[in-house]
């Protein structure tokens, strides 16, 4: 049974980092994609950040220079690095895997996990 289990979540104040990860099991996903999704309150879930099994990655637009996800195979682990937050960047965050990715964003994939909440306070 593969399971993707996020931690790190929290609340934090604006302008400080936090990072998440991803703890993947049940099979390897070294050779798929990962991904982060995000949901706010009232609002759809989106797209954040996706890395290739090449380690290509693309951000979505909000969060390009402040954000970064990166892996580890070996660990069959995917992190999202946050910086300079805002409290818009509030939400539940969503690990993904084995995603198909589309001109530099992704909305299908195949596994999730439940998510984690991040609050920022400004």
């Known amino acids: 049974q593969v399971q993707l289990v996020e931690s790190g979540g929290g609340l934090v104040q604006a302008g400080v980092s936090l990072g998440l990860s991803c703890a993947a099991s049940g099979r390897t996903f070294s050779s798929s994609t990962m991904a982060w999704f995000r949901q706010a309150p009232g609002k759809e879930r989106e797209f954040v950040a996706v890395?290739?099994?090449?380690?290509?990655?693309y951000y979505t637009d909000s969060v390009k220079g402040r954000f970064a996800i990166s892996r580890d195979n070996a660990k069959n682990t995917a992190y999202l690095r946050m910086n300079s937050l805002k409290p818009e960047d509030t939400a539940v965050y969503y690990c993904?895997?084995?995603?198909?990715?589309?001109?530099?964003?992704?909305?299908?994939?195949?596994?999730w996990g439940q998510g984690t909440q991040v609050t920022v306070s400004s």
């Open positions: 993904a895997a084995a995603c198909a990715v589309i001109r530099g964003t992704s909305n299908r994939c195949e596994y």
């Open positions: 890395i290739t099994w090449s380690g290509t990655t």
